[in-house]
């Protein structure tokens, strides 16, 4: 069975690697930040919105790795206790920006309507396309709404976890995400009927 948030290493590999990493061995860290790395510098460049900081973000979770090992509970599982590692860097190091009060401030009572999320059917092209303003989308969110969007679906965090992760009370982190869910359901709306135009139809009936 693979890792599920690596590549290619399956479980009885990636356990193995894990035993030999406890002992210190340079060429298994080496193998962890083959297999994980694009994940941890995804994660990284979500939270931080910026791919430069995201590089220097990923690269010092994988320096201090080993250090971070100490506290590993062998009980959970590598790759969803390597995502907490990344994301309590990531917010360690926004809150070093000194944007703490304009990430963490509560937002206001008003509960905006439910939009409806119903997608339609896209030709592949569309589909790649869509991708890509998915992830435009969550990069334009503001902080305080994209970290906990992203600590919940990307890295698959309890409600209790984020609000652990962010200071923040429950009740808080389920206002942010559902406003956040609100904005990216407007943006890709607006993507969507951009797809169905007149112009891009008849653009997609002249494709093989």
Known sequence: MRTGLGGSMDE???SAVLGRAGSGDADAYAELFR?????????CRYLLGSSEDAEDA????FSRLQRSMKTYDVALPFPKWLMSVTSHHC????RRRKVQQRIFDAPDERTPEAVSAERSPLEELVSVEQQNAVRKAIAALPERSRLP???????ELSYDEI???????RA????????AKQELRDALGRTEKM???PELAKSQKGMP
């Open 163 to 169: 609000a652990a992760t962010l200071s923040l009370s």
């Open 58 to 61: 990923a690269s010092e979770v």
């Open 91 to 94: 917010v360690d190091l926004l």
């Open 172 to 179: 808080n982190v389920a206002t942010l995400i559902f406003r």
């Open 12 to 14: 009885d590999r990636l």
């Open 35 to 43: 297999e994980f790395h694009p994940r941890v510098l995804a994660l």
């Open 195 to 197: 797809f169905k135009s």
């Open 149 to 155: 969007l992203v600590l919940r679906y990307y890295n």
